[in-house]
């Protein structure tokens, strides 16, 4: 039910794949293998995450199953893609450098060949004969390209993929080059120069070049948002080692270690402060903007900053187990998985070549049909331009680049998305369901009054409520025991305690049987409720929660709480409607309760009193009625619904920010932070659409042009590659698309000042 957990993964390095088709191939060669449940391939980080049930399928089985695709597979070296990639990760700086490279050298020798075939005329003078050794010059630069770092490796990818009958975009460009020069040489022994296109074969494979290295650019301008995240994992730590403070490299500090993190630092670990006191900027955990001061005994978490002062810290967890280590590891795996959208591009992609090769085939003949042998030179040139034009790389980005910047850009506000496929849910959703206690509202309820029937006192419900309520994590068990030590009312220990999910709490104290919780609760526990039905009655203020508390079946007094709601509750819950999204409150508090505050937030749809069972139920109901359901819990007694809403929504905080149930996390408990992840992956599928949509188009309409002859073959590389980029383009602006270019989210802002005094 909750995806990933407890199964075995491992993480394959995969090289060679150039778009959709190859990770379609990839995927269906390590799905065969035996033992393995799930493979997930990504085209952005050029891996391969593999799950299996128990019986662990050897690497060796998937490396060699990798091989005879035509790709290369290697272990995920440690830390291997582990980190996000940014502009200063030196392996995607080395990436970087060598398409450069290769770019260069594939420009710098493609740029003679076709100045060759300006100039050739002027130099060598007219007619064919004469122009001979200008052609063998071309051809012999063309050679040293064939061979060269730009040139090598698509050629050399195309043969493999012939070789293993696979079918990418390195084989459409092969042929394409292939039969170019095989023409040109014809051409130029035949002394018939219509056949000869050594210059447009040239070019296509530079502006392949030219193409790669643009897009290894924008990969890492794409990731460079959770590269931010990355700087705050320190490379190096202060360490007490032998009695002294020593700089060690932070992976070799473990637990029990004693770390000094001076002012304006980030604390490498989880700890605990053994010393000295020091104002923290936590808000990469709680979401909370302002430093809170930490001293001896207090918790920290990696990740955060010292901004004034300086702690050593006992750590506790290091590494990929700390809070940074979890986030990271979440946001990395958001770019796992594939969109229902990119499955369908991926299958098509893998089909698409076969038939291109088939249409380029036909456009020869076709034109062999029509123009007879006088017409074989044409015919060349439509096939190739055919050939070349009509690359799915387009395809194959569409996703990846949209999927990746989405999921940095939320990381960095605080919006951890599980995968692809839960952004691509989160921004399909038709209903959001809020939860009451914890998400509209603080979830920080205080007493407002205790009230006891005639023969008890209040400081007697609140001695026994407490007592009862001291081993509960609920909200309003920790305001009762709260209550209870600020009025000095001492309370003993229970010999039993037992708690009821959405209901309350039981528990044997000085051999009473006490029960505390709804109304509800009470009575389906058949404790007689006639001694507190008029203090329900009569004392509640709007709002209140009533828990009532019975000793040896017998209700003694009621204790109201209220739970203020957030003040940008209404906001966003108008934002949703905005987008077209209905909201609805599911809460286990009473109808009363729930009913003011659905009035405070605007929202008409209310079901009250329901248990932990009964919000599932509610959600599949919505969700056979052909609604996708958004469910927004605090995740500790709505995991259940959390897991069967479409998507789960959780307020993360600290300890447990990467909870399972979620599909998306959310540090920091404002619910416009639920508003800006709708919109975000609305945003997001938006692009995704657009970008298949126009690969689509564009493929569509470039290969009749380029069938037709209207398309000479160095145009088509053109077109081929600005097809690309216009994806990879439109995937970076999602940024401006939703207003998040200034790093924070929209509702941060402030206000627009109000015009001032013209004067
Ligand atoms: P929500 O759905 O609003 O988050 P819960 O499901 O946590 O609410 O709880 C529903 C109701 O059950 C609460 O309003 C309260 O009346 C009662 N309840 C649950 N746990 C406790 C507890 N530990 N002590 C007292 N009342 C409780
Ligand atoms: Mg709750």
Request: glycine share 10%; with cysteine; net charge neutral.
């Amino acid at each position: 039910m909750i995806a990933g957990q407890g199964q075995p993964e491992t993480e394959l390095r995969i090289i060679g794949m150039t778009c959709g088709g190859c990770v379609g191939r990839v995927e269906r060669a390590l799905r065969d293998v035996r033992g393995v449940r799930g493979v997930s391939v990504n085209l952005m980080t050029e891996s391969a995450v593999v799950s299996f049930d128990e019986n662990r399928a050897p690497l060796a089985a998937l490396t060699s199953a990798v091989r005879e695709t035509g790709y290369d597979a290697e272990p995920m070296p440690v830390g291997g893609a582990q980190g996000p990639q940014s502009e200063d990760d030196p392996r995607l700086r080395e990436t970087l450098r060598r398409h450069r490279q290769a770019m260069v050298q594939a420009v710098g020798l493609s740029l003679p060949i076709v100045g060759l075939e300006l100039l050739r005329g002027v130099l060598w003078g007219p007619g064919p004969a004469a122009q001979i050794p200008c052609r063998v010059l071309q051809i012999v630069l063309l050679i040293m390209l064939a061979l060269s770092p730009g040139g090598g490796p698509i050629l050399a990818g195309g043969l493999r993929a012939l070789w293993y009958r696979a079918a990418n975009m390195d084989l459409l460009i092969t042929m394409g080059v292939v039969t170019a020069f095989a023409a040109s040489v014809y051409g130029t022994l035949a002394k018939q120069p219509e056949f000869v296109h050594l210059h447009a074969a040239a070019m296509i494979l530079a502006l392949v070049c030219v193409g790669r290295y643009l897009e290894a650019r924008a990969k890492g301008r794409a990731s460079a948002a959770m590269a931010a995240l990355a700087r705050r994992a320190p490379r190096s730590a202060l360490v007490m080692r032998n009695g002294e403070l020593q700089s060690v490299a932070v992976d070799s500090i473990v637990p029990g270690d004693q770390v000094c993190v001076p002012a304006h630092a980030a604390i490498p670990v989880d700890g605990e402060v053994t010393e000295g006191t020091a104002d923290v900027d936590e808000s990469l955990m709680t979401g909370e903007p302002m430093p809170v001061l930490r001293t001896v005994g207090d918790r920290a978490s990696a990740g955060t900053l010292v901004t004034e002062g300086k702690l050593m810290i006992r750590a506790t967890s290091v590494g990929s187990r700390s809070s940074l280590g979890r986030i990271v590891e979440m946001v990395r795996k958001a770019q796992t998985g594939h969109t229902h959208m990119q499955r369908i591009a991926d299958r098509i992609a893998s089909v698409f070549v076969p038939i291109v090769v088939a249409i380029a085939a036909a456009t020869f003949v076709g034109w062999l049909a029509i123009g007879g042998w006088a017409a074989a030179a044409q015919a060349t040139r439509a096939a190739v331009a055919v050939l070349v034009v009509a690359c799915p790389c387009a395809l194959g980005l569409a996703t990846p680049t949209a999927v990746l910047v989405a999921s940095g850009l939320a990381a960095l506000r605080g919006i951890l998305v599980r995968d692809a496929p839960m952004l691509e849910a989160a921004g399909l959703v038709d209903v959001i369901v809020w939860d009451k206690t914890g998400t509209l509202t603080a979830g920080r309820p205080s007493v407002r009054d205790v009230i006891a029937v005639e023969s008890r006192l209040p400081a007697e419900v609140t001695r026994v409520a407490a007592a009862a309520e001291q081993f509960s994590v609920h909200p309003l068990a920790k305001a009762i025991v709260a209550l209870a030590r600020r009025d000095g009312i001492a309370f003993g220990e229970p010999t039993s305690f037992g708690s009821v999910p959405g209901g309350g709490v039981t528990a044997q104290l000085d051999q009473k049987q006490i029960v505390v919780g709804s109304p509800r609760f009470l009575e389906s526990s058949g404790v007689a409720m006639d001694g507190v039905a008029g203090i329900l009655d009569g004392s509640r203020v709007e709002g209140d929660t009533a828990v009532v508390v019975a000793v040896d079946g017998r209700a003694i007094g009621v204790i109201f709480l209220t739970d203020a709601v957030r003040p940008s509750s209404a906001e966003a819950v108008r934002r949703m409607r905005s987008l077209g999204v209905r909201s609805e409150i599911l809460t286990g508090d009473e109808l009363s309760t729930a009913n003011s505050v659905a009035s405070a937030v605007e929202i008409d749809c209310v079901s009250a009193g329901v248990d932990p069972a009964g919000k599932v139920d509610r959600i599949k109901a919505l969700q056979r009625s052909g609604e996708r359901v958004a469910m927004v819990g605090d995740g500790v007694n709505d995991a259940a619904a959390l897991a069967t809403a479409d998507v789960g929504i959780a307020f993360a905080t600290g300890a447990d920010v990467a909870s399972e149930a979620a599909g998306i996390n959310l540090v920091g408990s404002t619910p416009q932070l639920v508003a800006d992840a709708v919109a975000l992956a609305r945003a997001s599928v938006r692009t995704i659409r657009q970008n298949l949509a126009w690969a689509f188009l564009y493929n569509g309409a470039m290969i009749p042009l380029a069938a037709v002859g209207k398309l000479p073959p160095a145009w088509a590389a053109g077109a081929m590659m600005i097809s690309s980029l216009t994806v990879v383009l439109n995937s970076l602006l999602l940024p401006r698309r939703i207003g998040w270019t200034d790093g924070r989210a929209g509702h941060d802002r402030s206000p627009p000042t109000p015009t001032g005094d013209p004067a």
